[in-house]
């Protein structure tokens, strides 16, 4: 029977509930990469290059050059692109982990692998722990603010007080899916996003963000 529950940790609960060999842990920490050095210049070893003004026309016509030009797709970073990895842990196929300190989103899969998908988490204060149920889903859903998002921010929310129908650009992206404790709705989701470059970042008012292509594959993986 595959299980719907999902949950959401903080910091490294996901790794640390089962013991990993020397090789994995090696690999574990090549997954995130090695560290770059931090490379400060002085301010005299800057280049200095010195230009005449440019004239009102050149910067009109380099203006209309730059708003016209084609906007080009954003392009996510491949470590938040979907793919198969090796999972340790108690969850049972079907369960969804939320590693908020990774920004990474496991829909556990049977054999000790999981589908690892980037994900945008709530900003801070705003983040969101516990165990929750999967029990609807919806393409292309509409939007309302909470209660809460209007009051912290009414100047930016209150003109969508009755809400936002479901659409290209809807906040809340191509997907939804909506997490209950029992029969009460958490208001928590994993969605979709105009947004696509804020996958990997604390950017959300407590939801998590998923770039539109990638909540599509984990829409059509989970069960209700």
């Not at 009109?60 to 990895?85: C, G």
């Not at 900003?123 to 209007?150: D, I, R």
Request: net charge positive.
């Amino acid at each position: 029977m595959i299980s719907r529950r999902f949950f959401a940790a903080g910091f490294a609960a996901l790794a640390a509930s089962a013991a990993a060999s020397p090789s994995e842990a090696r690999s574990l920490f090549y997954l995130f990469g090695d560290p770059q050095p931090l490379i400060i210049r002085r301010k005299r070893d800057l280049p200095v290059s010195v230009s005449k003004p440019k004239k009102k026309k050149q910067l009109a016509a380099k203006a209309r050059k730059k708003k016209s030009a084609p906007t080009k797709p954003y392009v996510v970073d491949p470590l938040y692109v979907p793919q198969e990895v090796a999972f340790y842990g108690p969850q049972q196929p079907g369960d969804i982990v939320v590693n908020s300190r990774e920004r990474f989103l496991y829909l556990v899969q049977p054999g000790a692998t999981a589908r690892r998908y980037g994900v945008a988490i709530g900003m801070e204060g705003l983040g969101w722990t516990g165990t929750a149920t999967v029990k609807a889903k919806v393409e292309w859903p509409s939007w309302k603010p909470t209660p809460a998002m209007l009051k912290r921010s009414p100047e930016k929310y209150a003109r969508y007080a009755d809400g936002m129908e479901g659409g290209p650009g809807n906040p809340l992206g191509a997907r939804a899916i909506y997490l209950y404790q029992g029969k009460r709705d958490t208001s928590i989701r994993i969605h979709g996003t105009t947004q696509p470059w804020t996958i990997g970042k604390a950017a959300s008012n407590g939801c998590f963000r998923m770039v539109n292509e990638h909540v599509i594959d984990l829409f059509d993986r989970v069960s209700i």
